[in-house]
């Protein structure tokens, strides 16, 4: 265990040192929250009632995923998996002495997550600042906010686990470019990364929140505004727990067997 | 421009000897805006509209928007990466040639991938020109033609402007993407709607209204006059600028020895 919380630690403090491109990434996020939540408010004002969640739980929905796009965002793929597999210093990987799975899994978790620290704090302060109608608003309550960092936790895993797949699937197709874009389009959508899952049509919702994606950012950003609370929540909590399991088991497995046959290609 | 045609053909024949590789890209920047293009969908069909915009009517400005990005982009590439350029040195090798720099660096690089995205711009139109309820004339068609072509070379400024800052900073500067990236995101929806302060930024600082809201509003009749008709013309004036700014960055540029 301690080896993978050294790794933890490396990675971490590593992706710590990037604070420029931190600055001008914020910039760049603000302002999309800004112009999406925008956008969310001329639909609104079109028709309120048709929007099918509070206008401030929208809000809120936006901002932290702004705040938070390091965690959530499929397409912050680790380059240098992809590289190992791909020019077969996997080889060298392998007579290292712990295990591949679990070390990519820290080394993924950690890059997110110090990405994460460094960007969502001005994010969230700015978001807590601006005026009305497009302002952050504090969670609905302080057990609501216990639920949803648990829930932000589950859901970062979830991310990592699905991610995790594309990695040794790139194991059996040699070039990597395909899987990867299809995978980071599909989950993205999926997830409610374009726009929340409860403003997809109610047929495409209900097969939407069966799926592994929906235990990604949609759990967490919806619990800190209350949109999901209570026993839902709860509910919801195990959902994400489950497939955080189910999505590690299958990953282990399909990885035992993809070393199994791997071929280290000479040169 | 002899030139610039063989260059043409040598990068379309490059990017052609990796077929496999080269289709699973343009089949990703297909699926890309493909799913921007779903969300829209999921919006009006839940909207019906939006500030009086129906559903073929966005997809207009979406497609508009989507193939003068993937225009600009697809011959612009060289500046995207020209960052890198600078960076490791080839730069000064363009320097040294006889040739304009902004054509160098324009036929450094061309990536046809981008084609996907173009593919699902024309596939988009020929859904939306008729549904839009606009009662085609020429003039509207030669609108139509306008918004195209003066927004891929509103894009390319923004490149170029891109580009120039790097002659500073060696580092791509990552907010420009608000812009670029952020145009074509946002320009999905007609700008008017983002309310009265964006659309003034975007009609006098950095002009992506004016190739694509104002002209709209002509095409759906709801303004009249050369004026509206015109305004994509009236968004090249932000060519001056930046090609300004790119001849200030290089009258500065030193190299860095790599």
């Known amino acids: ?267 | 421009m002899q030139l610039y045609f063989k260059y043409f053909l040598l990068h379309l024949q490059s990017q052609m000897e990796y077929k496999v590789s080269f289709s699973f890209t343009v089949l990703g920047q297909f699926l890309v805006s493909f799913s921007a293009l779903l969300s829209i969908w999921f919006m009006f069909d839940r909207f019906h509209h939006v500030e009086g915009f129906t559903f073929p009517q966005v997809l207009l400005c979406f497609a508009t928007v989507l193939m003068a990005f993937s225009l600009a982009e697809c011959f612009g590439r060289g500046f995207d990466q020209f960052p890198r350029m600078i960076s490791n040195g080839e730069f000064d090798r363009v320097l040294v040639r006889p040739r304009n720099e902004i054509f160098q660096v324009l036929a450094y690089k061309m990536d046809f991938t981008r084609l996907g995205r173009l593919l699902q711009a024309i596939i988009v139109f020929t859904y939306a020109i008729p549904q839009s309820g606009v009662i085609w004339t020429w003039n509207k068609i030669l609108t139509l033609f306008l918004m195209v072509i003066c927004g891929s070379l509103v894009f390319f400024a923004l490149f170029l402007i891109y580009a120039a800052f790097s002659f500073f900073t060696i580092e791509g500067l990552e907010f420009m993407n608000v812009f670029t990236d952020g145009g074509r995101e946002f320009g999905r929806y007609p700008f008017g709607i983002y309310g009265n302060e964006v659309l003034k930024f975007l009609t006098y600082v950095v002009p992506l209204a004016l190739f694509q809201y104002y002209p709209l509003l002509y095409l759906l009749d709801i303004e009249q006059g050369l004026k509206f008709m015109m305004a994509p013309v009236f968004s090249l004036l932000f060519l001056l600028p930046a090609y300004a700014f790119w001849r200030y960055g290089l009258s500065k540029y030193v190299s860095t020895g790599s």
């Open chain 1, 1 to 267: 265990m301690s080896t993978y919380v050294a790794l933890f630690r490396i990675r971490f403090t590593n992706s710590l040192q990037y604070r420029t491109a931190a600055l001008a990434g914020l910039i760049t996020q603000f302002a999309w929250g800004f112009m999406q939540i925008l956008a969310f408010l001329a639909f609104y004002r079109s028709n309120p009632q048709a929007f099918p969640m509070e206008f401030s739980d929208t809000v809120s929905y936006i901002w932290l995923q702004q705040a938070f796009l390091a965690l959530f965002m499929m397409w912050f793929y680790e380059r240098e998996i992809f590289d190992t597999i791909e020019s077969g210093t996997i080889s060298y990987e392998l007579v290292r002495p712990y295990e591949l799975y679990n070390r990519w899994f820290c080394q993924s978790l950690a890059n997110r997550l110090a990405r994460a620290v460094l960007r969502c704090l001005p994010i969230l302060i700015v978001a807590l600042l601006v005026p009305e109608p497009i302002r952050l608003r504090l969670p609905a309550s302080l057990g609501q906010f216990g639920l949803f960092i648990v829930s932000m936790f589950l859901g970062l895993g979830v991310v990592v686990a699905f991610s995790m797949l594309v990695y040794i699937a790139s194991f059996f197709t040699l070039s990597s470019t395909g899987n990867r874009i299809i995978a980071a389009v599909l989950s993205d959508f999926l997830a409610g990364a374009l726009i929340p899952l409860p403003f997809f049509p109610i047929g495409f919702r209900k097969l939407a929140e069966l799926l592994p994606f929906a235990a990604m950012q949609n759990m967490p950003l919806r619990i800190y505004s209350g949109n999901i609370s209570g026993r839902e929540a709860f509910y919801g909590i195990l959902f994400q727990a489950s497939w955080l399991i189910i999505l590690i088991v299958v990953g282990k497995l399909w990885q035992r067997q993809a070393l199994k046959q791997v071929v280290v290609q000479g040169g």
